[in-house]
């Protein structure tokens, strides 16, 4: 498994200072809220990402799509366990659409690359789609059909049903907000933006809002 040397380092301190910080995102998940997981590589940058979508109440990095029951980052970084790097979105779908999700979704990853995401490699850094329910997948596989069209090449990207979702541990929770430097030198140095820009073009990002990246 291999990952991106500035990452290591923006670990480092961030497992240091974790206990200045507190857990997951504040924001309240209304009562009618529901939730969708997706997996992009980095979920520090799926988190951020999805944090600028209006419509969106809460983001959690965390692991899915493996069998082994609460993994840690090195577990699932070192590789065999069968989970992806992912966030689970709770959104208001009164105000976004689950298919708004997708849109923000797909141009904001390279769904070509088979391998992983950016500089990250390996099978914890793919992109998949969880669906939480029959109407998710529906719409997933739609989207995803739509987009190999649209790019006249095959997705990578994996749809399947959603099983269990482990939140990552309390360092890696808005990242971008409490490490905004490193945060920013490591995507830059990742590779990412560059490689959605020039996937997407004026399409890149679709659906966010004052990306910070």
Not at 78 to 105: C, M, R
Not at 113 to 138: H, M, P, V, W
Not at 172 to 192: A, I, M, S, T, V
Request: hydrophobic letters at 35%.
């Amino acid at each position: 498994m291999r990952f991106h040397a500035s990452r290591i380092g923006a670990l480092a301190l961030a497992a240091a200072m974790v206990s200045a910080f507190g857990g997951f995102s504040s924001r309240p998940a209304l009562a009618a809220s529901e939730k969708a997981i997706f997996a992009g590589g980095c979920f520090w940058c799926v988190e951020s990402d999805f944090d600028r979508v209006p419509g969106v109440l809460k983001t959690i990095s965390g692991y899915t799509g493996g069998s082994l029951k609460n993994p840690t980052y090195h577990q699932v970084s070192a590789g065999g366990t069968g989970h992806y790097e992912s966030v689970e979105v709770t959104f208001d779908p009164s105000k976004v659409s689950y298919e708004q999700l997708l849109t923000a979704f797909w141009h904001s990853v390279d769904p070509v690359d088979a391998g992983g995401q950016f500089c990250d490699r390996g099978a914890s850094y793919r992109t998949a789609i969880f669906a939480e329910n029959d109407e998710q997948l529906k719409e997933a596989e739609a989207s995803k059909k739509a987009i190999e069209n649209e790019l006249k090449q095959p997705v990578a990207t994996t749809i399947t049903k959603a099983g269990a979702f482990y939140p990552a541990e309390d360092y890696h929770q808005d990242y971008y907000e409490k490490n905004p430097l490193r945060y920013k030198y490591y995507r830059w140095n990742c590779g990412r933006d560059q490689r959605i820009k020039e996937l997407w073009g004026d399409k890149a990002h679709l659906g966010l809002q004052n990306h910070g990246s």
